[in-house]
């Protein structure tokens, strides 16, 4: 146990809804990241939170928004959302937001878009 | 940005040889290589990393080398046992944000 929590373990929605993806870093982490992980596209990072402002930003679609809130929880807003969104949605934390930082990784959420 | 390359796909050895996964990275500031276990339902598991200070990394049967000049890194795991069948990731990040990226994952099988 990674000590990340992530909520809901699996969700399943239709095409143009909305869904919010929530996790909750180890206690003491300042950092939060999410990734995306499809079939055909691997470990894909989206974003990075660090102690509540926006750090980094990987390949995260406009539709997909992301915040950190002030107990440093954080949730991933989907929108519009598409079959091709079906993935498993993983958020890590790591105490800083420095270089050579271990993530550690919660156990994900699995989405699928029918 | 960086591209990590990561081979062999799959891999299926016997319980007790060694098994060997390696990554290429492109973007020479990378400085800071993690190596993830992810077995199955579950999220990623770091189990071994290594600096770019540091040449050869160790713990107990796993073992992880850095070549800074040809920019490659490989996982040695020796004794292999069938809990250590799993999907291996590497990755690679750089100052100052620490965003990494992953290799495209080794299936590894250990047969009995």
């Known amino acids: 146990d990674s000590g990340v929590t992530q909520t809901p373990k699996h969700l399943i929605t239709a095409t143009g809804q909305r869904v919010t993806l929530r996790c909750s870093p180890r206690?003491?982490?300042?950092?939060v990241y999410w990734y995306q992980q499809s079939l055909d596209q691997g470990l894909q990072f989206l974003i990075q939170?660090?102690?509540?402002?926006?750090?980094a930003k990987g390949n995260i679609l406009e539709r997909f928004s992301a915040q950190q809130f002030p107990d440093l929880h954080s949730e991933l807003n989907l929108s519009s959302l598409e079959l091709g969104d079906s993935a498993l949605y993983f958020c890590?934390?790591?105490?800083?937001?420095?270089?050579?930082?271990?993530?550690?990784f919660g156990p994900g959420t699995r989405l699928l878009v029918l | 940005g960086e591209n990590v390359e990561q081979h062999p796909s799959t891999l299926s050895v016997q319980e007790g040889d060694s098994a060997v996964i390696k990554c290429t990275y492109s973007?020479?500031?990378?400085?800071?290589f993690p190596w993830y276990k992810q077995e199955l339902g579950k999220g990623p598991q770091l189990i071994i990393d290594?600096?770019?200070?540091?040449g050869e990394k160790k713990d107990q049967r796993i073992a992880v080398t850095l070549n800074k000049t040809a920019k490659h890194f490989s996982l040695h795991i020796t004794e292999t046992q069938p809990e250590d069948s799993a999907v291996y990731f590497c990755a690679a990040s750089s100052a100052p944000v620490g965003q990494f990226y992953f290799g495209t994952g080794t299936s590894l099988t250990v047969i009995p």
């Open positions: 939170y660090y102690n509540g402002e926006e750090r």
């Open positions: 206690s003491g982490d300042l950092s």
């Open positions: 290594i600096r770019s200070n540091v």
């Open positions: 973007d020479s500031a990378s400085n800071y």
């Open positions: 890590a934390s790591s105490v800083n937001s420095g270089w050579g930082e271990t993530q550690y």
